[in-house]
């Protein structure tokens, strides 16, 4: 599933391509991808893209009339974009619609702008969507959303205030988008290694100088992920320049699971927390030895 590195270069990839490009045609290959398309055609077609913001996974096209677009990808979503020389560029979920002919038969919406070129969503299981909201109604779509893991505005008060009666493990409670976003599974494991907590450790007992070194932690890793382009683990399909990202190469607990620690040789362990995969160290994060340094 993309994760907010992820999306955050493909936002980057798009800025730099998208805005000034004029919206002439919107196909609608599977409804439910773009449900308000029908409703919303001449509100869309002829606008021009100002920009292209983000916020947690979802992606913001700014247009210049009374609507914009937002785009989430969920698990499988991509969005690919052709310049009228058919130069690829953008990203998501890595699979052989990267490289192969468009539209494939994951291709749901496309897009296409003045001059020719178009900008694909494919979507193999269907999960993403396309809206388009009006702009006065934009701030509907984020009401469930706590701040973004590396907005700049995010204090560790605000973590703490959450975290006060919280009994939920520390690493379900950085999860939880109505917390923070952006701190996918991934992350919140290779963060928690960082530090040395244990995941399973109870919210409420993460003092406040771990939440503060923790917060700092996440903040750094979400960067360096997003300067690598994110984390693709399918090499399959990394020949398109720009595509694949090279955090995997950095993982320090995350998908090693029976292998030895990098830290100290001890073997990494796996659990389930909330359904998910959690991959820590038991002798590196040890809730007890961090309450007595």
Known sequence: ??????????????????????????????????????????????????????????????????????????????????????????????????VLELPSKHTRVVFTFSGGARLFFNDQRVFGWIRAPHKTLLHREFTNYGPDINDPTLTVEHLLELAKRRSVPIKQFIMDNAVVCGVGNIYASESLFKLGLDPRTPTKEVSPELMQQLLLIMQKIIERSIELGGTTFDGKYVGVDGFAGGFQKELQVYGREAEACLRCGNEIAKI?????????????????????S
């Open 272 to 292: 389930k927390q909330g359904g998910r995969g959690t991959f820590y160290c038991p002798h590196c994060q040890q809730t007890n030895l961090l309450a007595k």
């Open 1 to 98: 599933m993309p994760e907010l590195p992820e999306v955050e270069s493909i936002r980057r990839k798009l800025q730099a391509i998208l805005p000034g490009r004029r919206l002439e045609q919107v196909q609608v290959l599977r409804d439910k991808s773009f449900l308000t398309f029908p409703q919303l055609s001449q509100q869309l077609l002829g606008r021009q893209i100002t920009e292209v913001r983000r916020r947690a996974k979802i992606l913001h096209l700014v247009l210049d009339g009374e609507h914009d677009l937002l785009v989430h990808l969920k698990m499988t979503g991509q969005l690919i974009f052709v310049d009228e020389h058919g130069a690829r560029s953008g990203g998501g979920h890595p699979t052989a619609d990267w």
